[in-house]
């Protein structure tokens, strides 16, 4: 089958054609207006890609033309969109082929309001390590895998499920195409609030989602009332897990005697009192629970050896934007995390705060138009930065406008820099570098983002390994 996809650049567009390719299938794709790491990401994937809409990128005998939900696509304007109805080729979404093309098999779905990108890469990155050859479909860059899509000829297929809707006129949220046999859902608390206002609508599709789990399925999940609460109409089978130890009378997952560093150690607990040694490199307590987690289902299913999952738990190397490293030579160092959300947000600045305790926290952050930018979110402003020694902002997205009601950019600047933290605009990379070029050197900068944040995660780790190192080896 011949397949295009119309705005490959977004992460499930992607990983979604490398999955058909793997699958036999011929694949071209096409996007406009896109960024790094994406954007350079699905320029190497070796298929035909287009940085222009144009009819002619449609190659001859196309069967399917996948489209995606970005407004800046066009939808039915777009011009590819035009030319496929023109020669009548189907016109479909990557939620709803994933989910036609995956039923049958073994498909484990990694849902939740944070953390499902990170979950999903290292159950994936897990498997492969111990030699299954599972199928996976991932949102986000891990530089563990060799690709964010993968066929795999093993029944088990690990899918990222977004709970984000198919597209505007289809309010499914994508996680409910993929027909899972196993859930692992990783947190609930209210997201994009543009399509779900209150938390009764943004949970909704979470219980639809436990209500499809078979009889023979599973479901582990993270020990949260909000959870809990869904799990319990859903008659699923269920095992928990949380940081910490339940009491005697709720065993769960858990983890024990952590000590963070470079490479953080604690000890995995099982339900019935097991325990299993494990290492890892990434940073935060967020990113415990996400392993503990994942090796939960893993070690339920009897998918892997503790011996295999120890192994590929100390290898695994993170995914990108999600508190990767950027400089090399530097003695400020610059990471870069994800704030989509507050949560995604503040779960990155409290891991900057423990791995660098003795070092003043700079934050350069872009609100994102859909969450940050909604008048309804102002107060998260509030308490965000809380910890951090000097914040710098940058104008947020202006698509979206008609969608919901959104803040100026000076009420957000107000709001933030009435906390006390010391906060300023700045409009360009130039300036943020510039900014950012008379630190004292013992700071740390965390980027955050989920937008191309003015080119800086490309630009500022090149001006900080040469100002900083230049200032080091000087001194």
């Known amino acids: ?61 196309l069967d399917l033309l996948v489209l995606g939900a970005s407004a800046k696509l066009g939808g039915e304007a777009n011009p590819e969109v035009a030319e496929a109805r023109r020669r009548a080729v189907r016109i479909t979404t990557f939620p709803e082929l994933v989910g036609e093309a995956t039923e049958g098999r073994h498909n484990t779905v990694v849902a939740g309001s944070f953390g499902k990108s990170t979950c999903s890469a ?22 563990s895998l060799p690709a964010t899509g993968h066929w795999g000829q093993a029944p088990q297929v690990v899918l990222e499920g977004d709970e984000y809707i198919v597209g505007p006129s289809d309010h499914r949220s994508k996680f409910v195409l993929y027909h ?81 560093g470079e490479t ?20 935060g307590e967020h990113n415990i629970e996400n392993i503990i987690g ?5 070690l339920e299913r009897g998918l892997v050896t503790e011996q295999a999952l120890a192994r ?49 926290l700079v934050v350069v952050f872009e609100p994102h138009t859909f969450s940050w930018r909604s008048r309804d979110a102002l107060s998260w402003y509030d308490t965000v930065f809380e910890g951090a020694a000097r914040v710098l902002i940058a104008p947020p997205p202006s698509h979206g406008a008609g969608s919901h009601n959104q803040s100026s950019f000076q009420e957000i600047l107000d709001r933030a820099a009435a906390t006390g933290v010391p906060v300023a605009g700045v409009g360009s990379s130039d300036e943020a570098i510039g900014q950012l070029s008379v630190l004292r050197g013992d700071e740390a900068v965390l980027l955050l983002s ?21 200032r080091e080896a000087a001194a």
Not at 19 to 32: I, L, N, P, T
């Open 294 to 298: 994942v090796s939960a289902y893993l």
């Open 264 to 283: 953080t150690r604690f000890t995995l607990v099982a339900p019935d009192g097991g325990k299993l040694a494990l290492a890892t490199s990434l940073l």
């Open 122 to 143: 290292l159950m994936a990155h897990i498997l492969r390590e111990a030699g299954v050859d599972a199928g996976w479909m991932i949102g986000a860059i891990s530089p």
């Open 312 to 360: 590929a738990v100390a290898s695994f190397g993170g995914i990108r934007r999600r508190l990767d490293r950027l400089t090399t030579a530097s003695r400020v160092p610059v990471i870069e995390g994800f704030g989509s959300s507050y949560e995604k947000a503040r779960s990155a600045i409290e891991a900057m705060l423990l791995h660098y305790p003795d070092r003043p």
């Open 180 to 260: 899972p046999r196993d859930v692992l859902l990783t947190s609930l608390v209210h997201d994009h609030v543009n399509v779900f206002p209150t938390f009764a609508d943004y949970e909704a599709p979470f219980r639809e989602l436990l209500r499809m789990i078979p009889a023979d399925g599973l479901l582990v999940a993270r020990d949260h009332p909000a959870i809990r609460a869904i799990a319990a109409e859903t008659g699923a089978r269920a095992v928990w897990y949380d940081t910490q130890a339940a009491g005697a009378q709720a065993p769960r997952w858990h983890g024990e005697k952590v000590v963070f």
């Open 1 to 61: 089958m011949r397949i295009h996809f119309t705005g490959i650049a977004g992460a499930g567009m992607s990983a979604a054609a490398l999955m058909m390719r793997d699958a036999g299938h011929e694949v071209s794709g096409s996007d406009e207006d896109v960024f790094p790491p994406m954007s350079t990401y699905v320029e190497a994937l070796g298929f035909p890609f287009s940085r222009r809409f144009d009819a002619a990128n449609l190659p001859e005998g």
């Open 450 to 470: 989920s937008g191309p944040l003015l080119g800086l995660p490309e630009a500022l780790p090149r001006a900080f390994d040469a100002l900083y190192a230049a």
